[in-house]
């Protein structure tokens, strides 16, 4: 999962060696800052994309929001493929075009 911690650091040299302080960004007046392009590349972040901040045992972490939609769908149908019986992408392809037959019947 390509989410990056951000958390309140006292000592920046055991974060260091800890491998956990990848970039540091300096935040403005407006309370804006600028993702560092390293952490864009990591991820998937481009103009206009929408970031998550979230929240998790006192901790901060920040999420491509799109990313995280797309794990939740592929969660939510996880193991529906084997419920309905489908092996292979042409049975997806022959169910699809059935439904697709069904709504256009009615």
Known sequence: ???IEVRKV?????VLKGGYC?????????????I???????LGIKEGSKVLF???????YLANSSME?????????AGEA?????ETEEDVVAMVKELRKERTVK
């Open 1 to 3: 999962m390509d989410i």
């Open 10 to 14: 006292r000592n920046i040299r055991n």
């Open 22 to 34: 990848m970039e540091l960004a300096k935040v403005t007046s407006k309370g804006q800052i600028t």
């Open 36 to 42: 560092p392009i390293e952490i864009r590349k990591k």
């Open 54 to 60: 979230l929240e998790e045992a006192g901790r901060i």
């Open 69 to 77: 939609a797309l794990r939740e769908a592929q969660a939510a149908f």
């Open 82 to 86: 084997e419920r309905l019986g489908l």
